[in-house]
């Protein structure tokens, strides 16, 4: 199976912040959860793999193509939606559309009319009267109406209520139902990609830390909670974080099959994204 992305040795310098040495491959069919805190670097990260900011150095290529030689055919592969909606406040819907559908030769507008139907959208409304939620769909509604084949998504669900973000996780589980499809979703509400993400990669000021399927990171992570007389100065080391208290122990291990046979009276739990990531930024 052939990346529809490939990141290599991505590197920019912003002053009091640096991306430094990113590389990554997206797989194709596959929805790819983009994580880490706020500050970590996602939207620095997208904007370069746009060509939205210039990069110091390192390559993408979409599709086994360059933006630089290809920027026409790559841009009606891919759509874009940005938590901040870079729309004319004083445009109606449907006049923000006759602006950029010229700008993709393969622009639907029954797509368009189906998915603005389907949201809810009115398209004589004017941005500037529009709940965040709504500019959000407008957005994936514009994104989709392309037929793109990678969607690349910076904190879209960031500030919405729990209805609409899970409104749009279903939208995206249709989108992945035609072949061929992709989804890049940067986050730092972990929880939107339980269910929906086929992987997982985390960045923490600037450096990625993993770039791992989502259910191996699960089955391998573990919460556990014991005894302090099961710790050691071996089994210590088992863990990414770790807290003592005067009654026990709790703390996140990758090693779970090593904690199972080295401390058998522990506790596992199962650990949510959330967990792991945090995990990973405060060890």
Not at 54 to 60: A, F
Request: glycine share 8%; aromatic share 8%; with cysteine.
């Amino acid at each position: 199976m052939n990346p529809v992305m490939e990141v290599e040795g991505l590197n920019k310098n912003l002053g009091g912040f640096e991306l430094r040495d990113v590389s990554f491959s997206l797989p194709e069919g596959c929805i790819t959860g983009f994580i880490g805190v706020n500050g970590a670097g996602k939207t620095t990260t997208i904007k370069s793999i746009l060509g939205l900011i210039p990069n110091d150095s390192g390559e993408v290529r979409m599709f086994g193509k360059t933006m630089e030689k290809h920027a026409r055919e790559l841009k009606n592969r891919i759509g874009i939606v940005f938590d901040e909606g870079y729309f004319y406040e004083d445009l109606t819907m449907a006049e923000m559309k006759s602006v950029l559908a010229p700008a993709y030769s393969t622009w639907d507008n029954a797509a368009f009319s189906r998915h603005m139907e389907r949201f809810g959208l009115h398209p004589a409304h004017k941005i500037s009267t529009l709940s965040k939620g709504n500019r959000m769909k407008f957005a994936i509604a514009l994104a989709l109406s392309h037929h793109a084949d990678l969607l690349i998504m910076d904190e879209p669900t960031s500030g919405l209520d729990p209805l609409v973000r899970s409104e749009i996780m279903e939208i995206m589980l249709e989108y992945m139902k035609e072949d061929g499809k992709s989804v890049f979703f940067s986050t730092h509400i972990t929880s939107d990609l339980d269910k929906i993400a086929d992987m997982l990669i985390l960045i923490d000021k600037g450096r990625l830390i993993f770039n791992e399927d989502k259910d191996l990171l699960l089955d391998t992570h573990g919460f556990v909670k014991g005894d302090r007389a099961d710790l050691s100065e071996h089994t210590r080391k088992l863990f990414l974080t770790l807290r003592e208290t005067r009654y026990g122990f709790e703390g996140l291990t990758a090693h779970k099959q090593a904690v199972k046979e080295q401390m058998n009276k522990a506790l596992i739990e199962k650990p949510t994204i959330e967990d792991i990531m945090l995990g990973y930024v405060r060890r």
